[in-house]
Nanobody, 122 residues
Framework: QVQLVESGGGLVQAGGSLRLSCAAS????????MGWFRQAAGKEREFVAA????????EYADSVKDRFTISRDNAKNTVLLQMNSLKREDAAVYYC???????????????WGQGTQVTVSS
């Protein structure tokens, strides 16, 4: 079992930065691939970024590549998402998710948190 709690969301101006944090508990966290997904109002949940269980591999959605950075610290059971140059279209509820193996499909993840809201103003 893995429990996930996201934090760090808020209101930011376009062009600004936010850092989301995901605190995980559970003995198997260090063996789970971690992903960030987001869901805007009226839209499907979409993939943002993923990191392998040891942190050696990462993958990003094209829409956030070169602006967002995912990282993890297994000693602290934490996953971070650094978001720079935020755009209005980045506004959404962001979810931290965990799974064995690897993937970018939200439905294939086994655990997720309650989400944290990111709002971007012009």
């Amino acid at each position: 079992q893995v429990q996930l709690v996201e934090s760090g969301g808020g209101l930011v101006q376009a062009g600004g930065s936010l850092r989301l944090s995901c605190a995980a508990s559970g003995r198997t966290f260090s063996t789970q691939a971690m992903g960030w997904f987001r869901q805007a109002a009226g839209k499907e949940r979409e993939f943002v970024a993923a990191i392998s269980w040891r942190g050696f591999s990462t993958e990003y959605a094209d829409s956030v590549k070169d602006r967002f950075t995912i990282s993890r610290d297994n000693a602290k059971n934490t996953v971070l998402l650094q978001m720079n140059s935020l755009k209005r279209e980045d506004a959404a509820v962001y979810y931290c998710e965990a799974r064995r193996g690897w993937g970018t499909v939200a439905q294939e993840y086994d655990y997720w948190g309650q989400g944290t809201q990111v709002t971007v103003s012009s």
